[in-house]
């Protein structure tokens, strides 16, 4: 039953490792471009009531 334990967490060990898709500054800089965009349409709405 030990033998079996072990094998069993020397393979988790390897399944844990996961690389990443993009290098991790990427996330960031589409993370700061999504909010630019959210922030520009945001402001694009500004003041459109008094339009009319």
């Keep these: 039953m030990n033998a079996a334990i072990m094998a069993a967490a020397e393979g988790g060990e ?3 490792h996961v690389e990443l898709p993009m290098d991790p500054i990427w996330y960031g800089l589409i993370t700061l ?3 630019i965009t959210m922030g520009v349409v945001s402001r694009s ?3 459109i009531s008094h339009r009319h």
């Design 14 to 16: 390897h399944a844990a």
């Design 33 to 35: 471009a999504i909010f």
């Design 45 to 47: 709405w500004k003041g």
